[in-house]
């Protein structure tokens, strides 16, 4: 077998129907590579848990494929899940606490059955900053009570790892599977992404559905894809996106969702996009280095063949957002999924968490739980006009004042962000982003950029994103042996 673990989905499938490989040694390979580097060696500690089923999984598909043949593209292709996306199997479903270390889930998430239904092969369950990092606000990116500390693969104790899906970066990173799943609410695809050089896709809230995700908020949360390239990122969006009758969100994606994103993987899909390049001050708080890789991407951009309009303006850019959407929408959505776990779980509502917390405070309060408190003192019915003023002011601020005018005013296909500085104001909107690698500082740190547009504009982010992956090949593998 030539193929190694930083291989794409397309070439293990080219392997597999030629018969060079099966899904049974794949799955083997980063199960050796997770037993080398995870726990022991660099110790990145991005795995939470792993399926007792994977191997048995992936010979079945094996058979399956000589029987029948392949079901698509991930068929037989080793995937990891943050570990707030439930899975009715022998893993848990924990967000990181301790409260939640010893709960199953009634049923697969919306995620977990599609990815199954696509003959993936799910590995395991990453570790994240604890409860998506809505807990403290001193918690460090990447620590949970339950799994302790993911590190950096590129520096593992040096640089920041980036949260909240910060497992499912560095492992994908690492080399440990070959796509994750991760979630956002505000920036925990994106920021992970592009501290671990990889193409992290956060789609429009909508596109896939929420089902069975333990929440932070109604109004941002989604799933999204974690690789190594813009190709399998793609793939993997198009196997999640889809209509839920039981997730009324994804109502709006009726005839914008697509089932396959590799019709815009164009490599010449910048020649003519126009692209607002957005400096200010999202660009003020990078180091020097940093500033001459993003002036670098920029130049890629012209090269390639794109209109810059540089720089452009967001018009509520200086905008102070308020914490109260978050912070009400918390507690309701945590107290419906605890609802739906088994009935004899104790740990049923945000309040309850919060007791078990106290009462092992050594273990479990390492940052304390100041957010999670805070929330619980909301009614938990979103009926605090703090709250609806708030959601309505993001809306226009970020969407018809914020992302959507200077789109607008330019004529722009899209707007370029350095690093992942353009995830609050695309979050409150519910506005897709795709992170691509674009270097590394002199000590290695990884960099990125973002690519952000309007509602349901993936097919156009995918196309610029990937035409620029294309024409700067940027990203090298982190060396951890």
């Not at 080219?14 to 022991?40: C, H, N, P, V, W």
């Not at 029948?68 to 924990?94: E, F």
């Not at 992302?403 to 690093?419: K, M, N, Q, T």
């Not at 104001?425 to 897709?432: D, K, M, V």
Request: with cysteine; glycine share 10%; hydrophobic share 40%.
């Amino acid at each position: 077998m030539a193929l190694n673990h930083e291989a794409t989905i397309r070439e293990w499938q080219e392997a597999m129907e030629a018969g060079r490989t099966t899904s049974r040694e794949l799955t083997l390979l980063f199960l050796q590579r997770i037993a080398q580097y995870d726990k022991q060696g660099a110790a990145i500690n991005a795995i939470s848990e792993i399926n007792p089923d994977a191997l048995h999984i992936a010979e079945a598909l094996d058979r399956e494929r000589t029987g029948k043949g392949s079901r698509g593209p991930l068929h037989g292709i080793p995937v990891l899940l943050k570990d707030n996306i439930a899975t009715k199997d022998q893993m848990h479903t924990t967000a990181g606490s301790l409260a939640l270390a010893d709960s199953y889930a009634s049923a697969d998430s919306f995620v977990a059955s599609k990815l199954r239904e696509a003959g993936a092969v799910i590995l395991g369950k990453t570790n994240l900053t604890e409860w998506a990092n809505y807990m403290s606000e001193h918690m460090p990116n990447g620590y949970s009570s339950r799994g302790g500390q993911v590190r950096n693969p590129y520096g593992p104790g040096v640089f920041d790892v980036g949260g909240s899906s910060s497992g499912s970066g560095a492992a994908i990173a690492a080399g440990f599977a070959v796509v994750a799943v991760g979630t956002e609410t505000s920036g925990s695809i994106l920021n992970p992404s592009f501290r671990n050089s990889l193409v992290g896709i956060k789609p429009t809230v909508g596109l896939i559905s929420r089902r069975g995700i333990i929440p932070i908020s109604t109004s941002q949360d989604t799933a999204g894809p974690m690789a190594r390239c813009v190709e399998d990122a793609a793939i993997l969006l198009g196997v999640l996106a889809g209509c839920d009758e039981l997730d009324p969100v994804t109502g709006k994606s009726v005839g914008l969702a697509h089932s396959d994103y590799r019709p815009y993987l164009d490599a010449s899909g910048l020649k003519g996009a126009r692209i607002g390049i957005v400096r200010s001050r999202y660009l003020d708080k990078y180091e020097e280095e940093e500033k001459a890789l993003y002036e670098a991407a920029v130049a890629q951009l012209k090269q390639a063949g794109a209109t810059l309009v540089d720089p452009v303006s967001i018009p509520s850019e200086h905008v102070e957002w308020g914490p109260n959407v978050l912070l009400h929408e918390f507690k309701s959505g945590v107290n419906a999924y605890l609802k739906t776990l088994p009935a004899s779980y104790p740990i049923r509502t945000l309040a309850d968490v919060i007791a078990f917390n106290r009462e092992h405070p050594e273990q479990a309060l390492r940052f304390g739980q100041v957010l999670l408190e805070r929330s619980n003192a909301t009614s938990g019915t979103l009926t605090e006009a703090a709250y609806l003023n708030q959601r309505a002011f993001d809306l226009e601020m970020s969407r018809e004042k914020g992302i959507d005018a200077v789109l607008r005013e330019h004529d722009l296909d899209c707007l370029l962000f350095p690093g992942s500085e353009g995830y609050g104001i695309a979050a409150r909107a519910g506005y897709p982003s795709v992170a691509v690698p674009a270097g590394y500082t002199s000590t290695g740190k990884p960099f990125g950029v973002v690519f952000t547009g309007t509602a349901f504009s993936e097919p156009t982010l995918i196309r610029s994103a990937y035409a620029y992956e294309q024409a700067s090949r940027l990203r090298v593998p982190p060396r951890l042996g």
